[in-house]
């Protein structure tokens, strides 16, 4: 059984850092691309980052030039470190493989 566990979230000031983690369990980790999508209040889930099984990446304009989306296979680990915050990015963030999600980990940006 797959299953996505996410981690790292929480409330931190405007221009500060987080990083979230996912961990996936089953085999869906190694040779499938990894994402990261956000929902905020009111609006429809969007993509943050994407990973392939090789390292290439693709990000959201709003992600570009603060976010860093990476894996560690041996982990089976997903991460996305977020720099330099700002309160439109307060989400839930939610880990993505295939058809399988996480249940999201909330993060919050106060000004």
């Known amino acids: 059984q797959v299953q996505l566990v996410e981690s790292g979230g929480g409330l931190v000031q405007a221009g500060g850092s987080l990083r979230l983690s996912c961990v996936a369990s089953?085999?869906?980790?190694?040779?499938?691309?990894m994402g990261w999508y956000r929902q905020a209040p009111g609006k429809q889930r969007e993509m943050v980052a994407i990973i392939s099984p090789g390292g290439t990446t693709t990000y959201a304009d709003s992600a570009k030039g603060r976010f860093t989306i990476s894996r560690d296979n041996a982990k089976n680990t997903v991460y996305l470190q977020m720099n330099s915050l700002k309160p439109e990015d307060t989400a839930g963030y939610y880990c993505n493989g295939r058809e399988y999600w996480g249940k999201g980990t909330l993060v919050t940006v106060s000004s």
């Open positions: 089953g085999s869906i980790f190694r040779f499938n691309a």
